[in-house]
């Protein structure tokens, strides 16, 4: 079993930087696709980003696409979101997944375990 921890969230002004971090524990974490997810008020919860199990590939939803930049050190257990030029509709609680896959999935289902996530939120 694996347990997941984010970090890194608080408040930001627009334009700013936040970088999160998902710490992990367990032994598999190494072998399984990692993602960011993020649900803001009153809404479902939309994919971000995600990460192969070697950190060779990266896909982004469009929102955030050139903005945020998701990675691993799996040395670490540890997977990162860098978020820059934030903007108001940015403002979510971000949860860290990881998923027993090889390909990287947007669809929250396929994700077998979760963090509790970090709140995020970006002033205007």
């Known amino acids: 079993q694996v347990q997941l921890v984010e970090s890194g969230g608080g408040l930001v002004q627009a334009g700013g930087s936040l970088r999160l971090s998902c710490a992990a524990s367990g032994r598999t974490f190494s072998s399984n696709t990692m993602g960011w997810f993020r649900q803001a008020p009153g809404k479902e919860r939309e994919f971000v980003a995600g990460?192969?199990?070697?950190?060779?590939?990266?896909l982004y939803a469009d929102s955030v696409k050139g903005r945020f930049a998701i990675s691993r050190d799996n040395a670490k257990n540890t997977v990162f979101l860098q978020m820059n030029s934030l903007k108001p509709e940015d403002t979510a609680v971000y949860y860290c997944?990881?998923?027993?896959?090889?390909?990287?999935?947007?669809?929250?289902?396929?994700?077998?375990?979760w963090g509790q996530g970090t709140q995020v939120t970006v002033s205007s």
């Open positions: 990460i192969s199990w070697a950190g060779s590939s990266t």
């Open positions: 997944a990881g998923a027993t896959r090889l390909s990287i999935s947007t669809t929250a289902g396929a994700y077998n375990y």
